[in-house]
C-alpha cells in the first residue's frame, strides 16, 4: 500500500518535470532556430553605355548581404572583348569595374554581366557605341604601311591624319612587292577589307582578326611565326606559303577553295594543319605532299578538329 503511494507520487513528480524539460527544451530549440535572412543586393544603375575608343571603362557598385559571382554573356559572334575585374565576391559594399577594347566593327555591340547572390540574379546591360567616324586613328598605323596605303595604293589623302571614316570603307589593298614594310599595324580598322595582298613584304607579325570580311589573303614570301585566321570564315583564297609556320588551324574556314601552305618549316619534319577534314579527304586545290625547307623535308599532315 505505501509502496504504491510511493509510486504514484514519484510518477506524479516526474510527469511535471518531463513536461517542464520538454517545454524547455522547444524553447531552446526555437531560440536557436533563427531563419535566415533573404539574399538582397542593392544597386543604383544597370545599364551602362561606353565609348567605342574613348571612355570605355565603367564602375558598377553596389551592396549584398551574401557572396556573390559575377559572369558576362555576349550578344552576336564577337566575344572576351569586355574585361570584368571581379569575378566573385562578399557581403557588403562592392565594385566592379568593366573595361571594353576598341570597338573597330560595323555595329555597336553588347554584353550582359549576371550577378548571382544567393539564389537571386541581377543582370547588368553594357552597350557600346560605334567608332565614330571623325576619330583620328593616325597613331595606330605603322608609319611605313600607311605612307604605301597613300602613295602606292591611293586609298587614303593623308598619312599623317588618318580618320576611322578614310579606311572604314576600303575593300582591297595590295602592298606586295613594295620593299620592306615589316608590319600592317592599323589594317585592323579596315573593317570592310575583302582582298589584302601582301607577300614577299617581309611582313612579321599579320593580325586579321577584326577584317572579317576578307575573302583572299595572300600572305606569301614573309617571316610569319604565327597568323590566326578562325575569325575570316569567309576566306575563299589563303596562300601563307613560305613563311616561318610551324602549324596552321584552317577548321573554321570551310569557305575555303584555294590554300597553299607549302615552304614552312613545320616542326620536326611535319606540317600539321587542323582542319574540318582529315588526310583522307584533301580538297582540291589544297597543299599535299611534302617539300624542302632549310634543307630538310617536310610533309603535310590534315589533322580533323574534335
Known amino acids: 500500500m505505501h509502496s504504491s503511494r510511493k509510486n504514484r507520487l514519484a510518477c506524479g513528480i516526474i510527469v511535471p518535470a518531463l513536461?517542464?524539460?520538454?517545454?524547455?527544451?522547444?524553447?531552446?530549440?526555437?531560440?536557436?532556430?533563427?531563419?535566415?535572412?533573404?539574399?538582397?543586393?542593392?544597386?543604383?544603375?544597370?545599364?551602362?553605355?561606353?565609348?567605342?575608343?574613348k571612355d570605355m571603362s565603367a564602375t558598377i557598385t553596389f551592396d549584398t548581404n551574401?557572396?556573390?559571382?559575377?559572369?558576362?554573356?555576349?550578344?552576336?559572334?564577337?566575344?572576351?572583348?569586355?574585361?570584368?575585374?571581379?569575378?566573385?565576391?562578399?557581403?557588403?559594399?562592392?565594385?566592379?569595374?568593366?573595361?571594353?577594347?576598341?570597338n573597330i566593327s560595323t555595329s555597336p555591340r553588347t554584353a550582359c554581366i549576371d550577378i548571382g547572390y544567393g539564389t537571386e540574379t541581377r543582370r547588368i546591360t553594357i552597350l557600346q557605341e560605334l567608332m565614330d567616324a571623325s576619330l583620328n586613328i593616325t597613331e595606330h598605323f605603322y608609319p611605313t604601311f600607311a605612307k604605301r596605303?597613300?602613295?602606292w595604293c591611293n586609298v587614303i589623302d593623308d598619312e599623317n591624319n588618318i580618320t576611322f571614316g578614310d579606311v572604314a570603307s576600303i575593300t582591297e589593298?595590295?602592298?606586295?612587292?613594295?620593299?620592306?614594310?615589316?608590319?600592317?599595324?592599323?589594317?585592323?580598322?579596315?573593317?570592310?577589307?575583302?582582298?589584302?595582298?601582301?607577300y614577299d613584304t617581309h611582313v612579321v607579325n599579320i593580325d586579321v582578326s577584326n577584317n572579317t570580311a576578307l575573302t583572299y589573303l595572300d600572305c606569301s614570301y614573309n617571316y610569319i611565326e604565327d597568323i590566326d585566321i578562325s575569325r575570316n570564315t569567309a576566306l575563299t583564297h589563303f596562300d601563307c606559303s613560305d613563311?616561318?609556320?610551324?602549324?596552321?588551324?584552317i577548321s573554321r574556314n570551310t569557305a575555303l577553295t584555294?590554300?597553299?601552305?607549302?615552304?614552312?618549316?613545320?616542326?620536326?619534319?611535319?606540317?600539321?594543319?587542323?582542319?574540318?577534314f582529315g588526310n583522307d579527304a584533301v580538297p582540291e586545290d589544297f597543299t599535299t605532299g611534302?617539300?624542302?625547307?632549310?634543307?630538310?623535308?617536310?610533309?603535310?599532315?590534315?589533322?580533323?578538329?574534335?
Request: negative net charge.
Open 19 to 53: 513536461s517542464v524539460c520538454l517545454l524547455a527544451g522547444c524553447a531552446k530549440d526555437e531560440e536557436n532556430h533563427i531563419t535566415p535572412e533573404p539574399p538582397v543586393l542593392n544597386i543604383d544603375k544597370t545599364e551602362f553605355t561606353l565609348g567605342a575608343a
Open 173 to 198: 589593298i595590295d602592298v606586295s612587292h613594295l620593299g620592306y614594310l615589316e608590319s600592317l599595324g592599323g589594317i585592323e580598322y579596315l573593317i570592310s577589307l575583302k582582298k589584302l595582298e601582301c
Open 149 to 151: 596605303l597613300k602613295s
Open 66 to 102: 551574401v557572396d556573390w559571382t559575377a559572369s558576362v554573356t555576349y550578344e552576336g559572334e564577337r566575344t572576351g572583348w569586355l574585361d570584368v575585374s571581379s569575378e566573385r565576391g562578399g557581403s557588403g559594399d562592392n565594385t566592379i569595374t568593366v573595361t571594353a577594347e576598341r
Open 258 to 276: 584555294y590554300f597553299n601552305c607549302s615552304g614552312n618549316p613545320g616542326k620536326s619534319g611535319k606540317f600539321t594543319v587542323t582542319a574540318w
Open 290 to 306: 611534302s617539300w624542302n625547307s632549310n634543307g630538310q623535308t617536310v610533309e603535310i599532315e590534315y589533322v580533323k578538329a574534335e
Open 243 to 249: 613563311n616561318d609556320l610551324t602549324s596552321l588551324d
